[in-house]
């Protein structure tokens, strides 16, 4: 079967940003149970001769930051069934907050391929210093890009195949 890629992180960290970017036009319509599809999309990405399956997460953002919390755990355990590879996304921009922490204590217990996505990075000037604060979050190096103008993701691309 194909592999399945899933991206998984809090709102607004820019998980729908890069997943376009690594489908492009390849958006699959999936009909299927509509509580479990609604908040995800299915595409399918292409590296070199691969061909993945990639998971966008999260589109419907509750108001309530508890309900919030509960949604992004959901979806981070759906990725860790589903899923071969699991892109975390972080934001540079804000630097690390509480829930990517949260998100992480669940990442820990899955033994699926995790790859930390440091995004929103233009500048990479200051790499050194962003990779540190990331660091911590416990998944190694992370991997630096910025999703909106498409720095790095060839690397990222990589390094999923990889993992693949
Ligand atoms: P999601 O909620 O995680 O799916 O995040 P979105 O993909 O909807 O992006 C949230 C916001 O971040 C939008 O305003 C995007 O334009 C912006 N964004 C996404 N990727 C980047 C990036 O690489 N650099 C910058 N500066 N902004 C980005
Ligand atoms: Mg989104």
Redesign the pocket.
Known sequence: AKATVAIVGRPNVG??TLFNRLVGGRRAIVEGEPNVTRDRIYGEAEWLDRTFNVI?T??IVPRDSDEIKNKIKYQAELAMEEADVILFVVDSRTGMTGIDQEIAQLLYRTNKEVLLVVNKVEDFSNQQEISWEFYSLGFGDPILISAEHGKNTGELLEKISAEL
């Open positions: 998980k729908s966008d999260g589109g």
